[in-house]
């Protein structure tokens, strides 16, 4: 787990295409906002612009606000987790896959969101490494959270943050239970891993690399269940997927830009 976080926190991420660094974390106000990022991708077309996202939140309030306060706040929050920008690619690649498979839409909203969270990436590995079955409590998480940022909580931010990733990873399929919540086994499809796939092409992975990278690592599946799923999602014409003894091409066609391909090599 230690491992996980330490490689989040020291690569580079590709801010151009989506990613997000730093240390703000929406989890500190809000989850991951999946019943609100369904609602607008329902009612606004792919093609649309990042003003025709907000206008659509603010203007026409397609998530019943009640305030306009609250409407620019939840535009402000989604815009940070998930870009409602089709010029990047993580979030243009959302909303490609969204339609494809619904059962997916959770967990595929929930790697875009750690694309841009930095906090969200860096616990995923808590919860991936906890035992299915076994309780998560918000004190757990808390403690966690202490852990890998000494001092930068006080006691009831980091509770009320750690009640909020867990209702992330509950939206998300990690846990279930409202008040006691239990580590379940995450739903994994061939979309989703090639989602995670391209997150890691786009930061510069390329080949065997790609079966374990952080992305790879939050579906909490092993190297061969996910070389496996490639396989299947290679043979559904997600992307292109060879694998030959110890040699692994991985080609995306169709889905990024040139200009795209050129940035994620430099990086």
Request: with cysteine.
């Amino acid at each position: 787990m230690a491992d996980l976080v330490i490689e989040n926190r020291k690569s580079k991420l590709p801010e151009s295409l989506g990613f997000r660094e730093g240390i703000s974390s929406v989890h500190t106000s809000r989850t991951m906002m999946f019943a609100e990022l369904s609602q607008v991708l329902e009612h606004v077309s792919a093609k649309a612009k990042t003003d025709e996202y907000v206008s659509a939140i603010v203007d026409h309030n397609v998530l019943g606000k009640p305030t306009q306060t609250t409407r620019k706040r939840s535009a402000q929050r989604l815009k940070e987790l998930y870009s409602l920008d089709k010029t990047r690619p993580v979030f243009r690649l959302l909303r490609h896959f969204w339609t494809a498979d619904e059962s997916a839409r959770p967990l595929l909203a929930y790697l875009a969101a750690a694309a841009r969270d930095p906090l969200l990436r860096d616990t995923t590995p808590f919860v991936v490494e906890v035992s299915i079955g076994t309780a998560v409590t918000p004190a757990q998480i808390s403690q966690h959270l202490s852990e890998i940022y000494p001092k930068r909580f006080q006691t009831s931010t980091g509770l009320a943050t750690a009640q909020r990733l867990a209702s992330t990873w509950t939206q998300a399929g990690y846990l279930n239970g409202k008040v006691h919540k239990k580590r379940i086994r995450t739903r994994v499809t061939p979309v989703i891993v090639t989602f995670a796939l391209l997150l890691g092409y786009l930061c510069g992975l390329r080949g065997r690399m790609l079966l374990d990278t952080s992305w790879t690592r939050m579906l909490d599946r092993t190297s061969a269940e996910i070389s496996d799923l490639s396989m299947e999602a290679s043979r559904q014409g997600w992307m292109n997927y060879k694998a030959a003894g110890s040699v692994v091409e991985v080609t995306f066609p169709g889905l990024l830009t040139l200009q795209e391909e050129k940035s994620n090599e430099s990086n």
